[in-house]
């Protein structure tokens, strides 16, 4: 069951060829946990520049580290920040922002939306690379894993806007079943404290304040808010981790 919803998680959240049968979906969507478990294999991926740091100047690390985010997890989740940016530009009620939100066209608020993380973004990998290396990849690991654990938050402590995505995924789930989602997250927060334990409670941060606000606004959780919480969990993870270590320090727990 395990190996179908990370299989299923992957499906999703990845580019990778794998899990886009019907039964990893359906196993997926019943199992919270999967996100976290998901982002250790993204973050892993993503985290494979920093691994030359003390080689490459920090930008080139940075850029490639950019290159594998996108190629990685591709467009799904940006393109929910877009809509979400739209929404944003909008003052109406709920169902006037949502309909916004299904419009193909893109406006001022998507462009802001996603330009102003893309740049958050390229700025926290490259101050990644003034980590020690064996730090720089745990941070890394720990913001993918932060991202995805904020998007089972969602699924877990959410209400749903509408039917569709985020119908799906909250449907059965509740706070049982995100306390292992948390469970699977934490051990990643141990690695490298207080950076990456920073870097999980940062992502859990823009987890509740978009639920807030998509309650707010939207009257719940739709497809759209995952992805756009995803992309902002990461860029606040990646942060925060760097600033908890300049500032506080810590150790390097690892096997390696």
Same mark, same amino acid.
């Given at each position: 069951?395990?190996?179908?919803?990370?299989?299923?998680?992957?499906?999703?959240?990845?580019?990778?060829?794998?899990?886009?049968?019907?039964?990893?979906?359906?196993?997926?969507?019943?199992?919270?946990?999967?996100?976290?478990?998901?982002?250790?294999? /993204?973050?892993?991926?993503?985290?494979?520049?920093?691994?030359?740091?003390?080689h490459l100047p920090g930008a080139v690390v940075a850029?490639?580290? =950019?290159?594998?985010?996108?190629? /990685?997890?591709?467009?799904?989740?940006?393109?929910?920040?877009?809509? =979400?940016?739209?929404?944003?530009?909008?003052?109406?009620?709920?169902?006037? &922002?949502?309909? /916004?939100? &299904?419009?193909?066209?893109?406006?001022?608020?998507?462009?802001?939306?996603?330009?102003?993380?893309?740049?958050?973004?390229?700025?926290?990998?490259?101050?990644?690379?003034?980590?020690?290396? &064996?730090? %720089?990849?745990?941070?890394?690991?720990?913001?993918?894993?932060?991202?995805?654990?904020?998007?089972?938050?969602?699924?877990?402590?959410?209400?749903?806007?509408?039917?569709?995505?985020?119908?799906?995924?909250?449907?059965?789930?509740?706070?049982?079943?995100?306390?292992?989602?948390?469970?699977?997250?934490?051990?990643? %927060?141990?690695? /490298?404290?207080?950076?990456?334990?920073?870097? =999980?409670?940062?992502?859990?941060?823009?987890?509740?304040?978009?639920?807030?606000?998509?309650?707010?606004?939207?009257?719940?959780?739709?497809?759209?808010?995952?992805?756009?919480?995803?992309?902002?969990?990461?860029?606040?993870?990646?942060?925060?981790?760097?600033?908890?270590?300049? =500032?506080?320090?810590?150790?390097?727990?690892?096997?390696?």
């Amino acid at each position: 069951m395990v190996l179908s919803a990370l299989r299923g998680a992957l499906g999703f959240l990845s580019q990778l060829p794998i899990g886009h049968d019907e039964d990893a979906w359906a196993a997926f969507t019943a199992t919270p946990a999967a996100f976290p478990l998901a982002g250790y294999v /993204v973050g892993g991926l993503v985290a494979i520049p920093f691994l030359a740091t003390s080689h490459l100047p920090g930008a080139v690390v940075a850029a490639a580290a =950019l290159a594998l985010v996108v190629w /990685v997890t591709g467009v799904n989740h940006a393109d929910g920040l877009a809509d =979400l940016g739209d929404a944003t530009a909008v003052h109406g009620a709920p169902a006037e &922002r949502r309909e /916004v939100m &299904r419009d193909t066209a893109v406006g001022v608020g998507a462009v802001l939306a996603l330009g102003s993380v893309l740049v958050a973004l390229a700025l926290g990998l490259l101050a990644v690379t003034t980590l020690p290396v &064996r730090v %720089a990849v745990a941070a890394v690991v720990a913001s993918e894993v932060g991202a995805k654990l904020a998007m089972a938050t969602l699924a877990c402590l959410g209400e749903p806007s509408h039917e569709g995505f985020g119908a799906t995924m909250l449907e059965g789930n509740g706070p049982a079943d995100w306390l292992g989602a948390l469970a699977v997250a934490l051990p990643i %927060a141990a690695v /490298v404290v207080p950076a990456t334990a920073v870097a =999980l409670v940062a992502a859990l941060v823009v987890a509740l304040l978009v639920r807030r606000w998509a309650r707010q606004t939207l009257d719940g959780v739709g497809g759209d808010v995952f992805g756009a919480t995803n992309e902002l969990a990461r860029v606040a993870a990646l942060h925060g981790a760097v600033a908890a270590w300049h =500032l506080l320090g810590g150790s390097v727990w690892t096997l390696w």
